[in-house]
């Protein structure tokens, strides 16, 4: 079994900085597209970053461009959002989501996963 773990929410005032993770742990085999996403209460889910297997390509919501920044380390089966000049808006439940691939058997099958989410809150 699999499962994504995050960490690294909090309470920060505008203009701060915060630094997510999201380790993904159990009998993995690789992990293809990782991003990251966010919940505002009553809103919608929606994209803040993704970063693609093999050449880690990435790409960013428009809000967010030039403030965060999402890395991963395959060796450590890990995720991270870095997130500058946070401002109250960016207050919401954030999410990382991952493409883990298990071997089963002699077949290769892709899971789409989600973490529990972390509390993202930027004071005024």
């Known amino acids: 079994q699999v499962h994504l773990t995050e960490s690294g929410g909090g309470l920060v005032q505008a203009g701060g900085s915060l630094k997510l993770s999201c380790v993904a742990s159990?009998?993995?085999?690789?992990?293809?597209?990782m991003g990251w996403y966010r919940q505002a209460p009553g809103k919608q889910r929606e994209l803040v970053a993704h970063?693609?297997?093999?050449?880690?390509?990435?790409n960013y919501a428009d809000f967010v461009k030039g403030r965060f920044i999402i890395s991963r380390d395959n060796t450590k089966n890990t995720a991270y959002l870095q997130m500058n000049s946070l401002t109250p808006e960016d207050t919401a439940v954030y999410y990382c989501?991952?493409?883990?691939?298990?071997?089963?058997?002699?077949?290769?099958?892709?899971?789409?996963?989600w973490g529990q989410g972390t509390q993202v809150t930027v004071s005024s």
């Open positions: 989501n991952m493409g883990v691939r298990v071997k089963q058997g002699d077949q290769i099958h892709e899971l789409d996963l």
């Open positions: 159990g009998n993995i085999f690789s992990i293809n597209d």
């Open positions: 970063i693609s297997g093999g050449i880690a390509d990435t």
